[in-house]
């Protein structure tokens, strides 16, 4: 029940494997018919669009320019958002694109765009890009992305239906997507956070010489600063007019403008031709119409060994006489510099100048961390990822919603085997890769949000929980993330007793249907380091889900990936449902009915 469950198992292991073995042969036999059903299935809001590319879309490389894949990503996901909501749908967002090939002319991209999840009046559209090479059959991955779009009619408001998944794999985007929401809406505090409590590391080898060097090395840098920048101003006219209307301007328009511009102020400072990869997460804070002027700036903010940021802002007015500009969009673009063979070459130094420069300067460097982390948690499949991860306030988002949407993708894996029942409580296994994952089930005649108050608060888990001998609360690190080093005793003929630092992270229910989430997974903490006191235990992926199942009626289930060195210590028949499982699940069930009229203050928070 805690995160060594797996320790608890092991004789009868393969008496598990073979009786599953014939349920699922069980089950595919029964299932066909539902198989060839999901062959022939297709995302309703699923949009495909595939391009030519043709010597008017390249740049100076001869490669498929990015703001004209920006055009056609936009568009085909702005019609996948359409196609959903059945109204006009303007771009509100987009999360980090990394882009991974680059594409030649007569290579054909391809574009598919299908809504993930609808919320109120906004979607998240997830879009995959590939490019393919129609004579050689070969295909390559180009990016992939995630836009948030916003429903828009003038009479009435828009309340969008829900999407109903049916595969695994659009369960799992479902169920994250609003962790994902999540993480965008606290973004800006992240970064204000790392620039206000870090000290940023710089890792180009001549930093120091590039801030102070000599006289003549100095001039040099600073002309380089001053010169890497460019202002351009467009007027836009009615061929520029969105989809949707006669006056808003389209913002694939807007992103293909941007990229123009932030590739000639990367140029001037390399005096190369760089190459984008990738754009950082960026906002629309507001529409631009037709018979506006708007005022195109790009500045080399930051270089770094083999890349450099560079940040563009969109500024809009209707009159020269005008002193009052809106600001329309900013984005942050890391360009690199390739040679023959592809490789990144070495960028020349850039000496912040005063005020705003040194500002810059210093925030580029916050977003390059952050967006490094958040590439390495947030991307990272499960497999690759170390049981525990170094904690720090600069990663602690990215970490609270790798802990959360790990639990999630588990909870949505749709090849669970029942290995056994008793007094309606369930147990189920799941192998996959080199994984043994565990999933516990029972009703109790709880209330979910009461129940979600009770077994998210570790220091109450060793009233039923024998595998908790003690636990203390490290650090609260917010109202729904906190970290807790735990004690559990010996186990087996083992002399020592475990250790545990866990992240413990809670959420509540996003929509109707949504459960409550209470997920664990090990971090490492300096002030909490490995001791010969306690063996060090470790847990990738644990934790509760809480389905409402009607009045003062909740489905409690609990999870756990156990990884390949607890799966030595399975010492019980599986296939019987160990009393050691069944005893530590019906003492929560106990605990829930025993606590559940003193939270009523509580609840009112949820």
């Known amino acids: ?154 009479i009435s408001k828009v309340k969008l239906k829900q999407i109903m998944p049916r595969t695994e794999e659009e369960k799992t985007e479902h169920s994250v997507a609003a962790e994902r929401r999540r993480m965008r809406l606290v973004y800006a505090d992240t970064i204000k956070d790392l620039l206000a409590n870090c000290a940023i590391q710089d890792e180009h080898p001549n930093a120091t010489a590039a801030l102070v060097g000599t006289e003549g090395e100095g001039e040099l840098l600073r002309a380089r600063q001053s010169g890497a920048r460019h202002l351009s101003a467009v007027v836009t006219l009615r061929r520029h007019a969105a989809l949707w209307g006669w006056f808003d301007i389209c913002p694939s328009g807007i992103w293909a403008w941007m990229e123009n511009v932030a590739t000639i102020a990367a140029s001037r400072f390399c005096r190369a031709h760089p190459t984008l990869k990738a754009i950082e997460m960026f906002h629309f804070r507001g529409p631009s119409q037709v018979g506006d002027r708007l005022v195109l700036k790009a500045i080399v903010n930051n270089a770094f060994k083999h890349s450099m940021e560079v940040g563009v802002c969109v500024e809009a007015y209707r009159q020269e006489a005008e002193t009052h500009r809106r600001h329309i969009n900013s984005a942050f673009m890391t360009f690199m510099v390739l040679d023959v063979d592809d490789q990144p070459q070495m960028l020349p130094r850039i000496r912040p100048q005063p005020g705003d420069g040194e500002r810059r300067y210093r925030e580029a460097s916050a977003r390059r961390k952050i967006r490094l982390d958040r590439k390495y948690i947030v991307s990272c499949k499960q497999a690759e990822m170390p049981l525990s991860v170094p904690w720090d306030p600069s990663n602690q988002v990215y970490l609270s919603y790798n802990n959360v949407s790990s639990l999630k993708m588990l909870v949505a894996k749709d090849n669970w085997v029942l290995s056994s029942e008793i007094n309606q409580v369930r147990l189920y296994t799941l192998e996959e890769d080199k994984f043994l994952s565990f999933h516990m089930e029972m009703v109790v005649h709880v209330d979910a949000a009461q129940a979600f108050l009770l077994l998210s608060d570790l220091l109450r888990r060793p009233e039923w929980d024998k595998h908790y001998r003690s636990v203390e609360l490290v650090q609260q690190v917010d109202e729904d993330d906190a970290i807790y080093h735990v004690i559990s005793p010996a186990l087996g003929g083992d002399a020592k007793s475990q250790d545990f630092v866990i992240l413990a992270s809670r959420r509540k229910p996003c929509d109707n249907g949504d459960p409550y989430v209470i997920a664990l997974r090990s971090v490492t903490l300096p002030t909490h380091r490995e001791t010969p006191e306690y063996r060090r235990g470790e847990t990738l992926c644990s934790g509760f889900c809480l389905w409402r199942e009607g009045d003062q009626l909740a489905k409690v289930s609990y999870y756990n990936q156990a990884t390949p060195g607890f799966i030595n210590y399975v010492t019980t028949n599986v296939a019987g449902l160990s009393s050691e499982f069944y005893t530590t699940f019906k003492a929560c069930e106990q605990f829930l009915l025993d606590n559940r009229n003193d939270l009523a203050p509580s609840l009112q928070t949820l």
């Open 1 to 154: 029940m805690i995160q060594n469950v797996g320790t608890h198992l092991r004789r009868g292991f393969a008496s598990v494997f073979s009786s599953r073995t014939s349920r699922k042969a069980a089950s595919r036999a029964g299932d066909a018919g539902t198989m060839a059903d999901d062959e022939e299935y297709r995302n309703p809001t699923e949009v495909q669009m595939s391009q030519l590319v043709l010597p008017c879309h390249t740049n100076q490389r001869g490669e498929l320019s990015v703001g004209q894949l920006l055009k056609w990503i936009d568009t085909t996901a702005c019609l996948s958002a359409e196609r959903h909501a059945g109204c006009p749908c303007v771009t509100a967002s987009m999360d980090d694109m990394y882009f991974e090939h680059t594409i030649s002319v007569g290579q054909v991209v391809n574009i598919k765009a299908k809504v993930n999840r609808a919320f109120n009046s906004s979607m998240e559209v997830g879009i995959q890009v590939t490019s393919e090479d129609m004579c050689s059959e070969k295909q390559w991955s180009v990016c992939k992305a995630l836009a948030t779009f916003v429903a828009h009619r003038e």
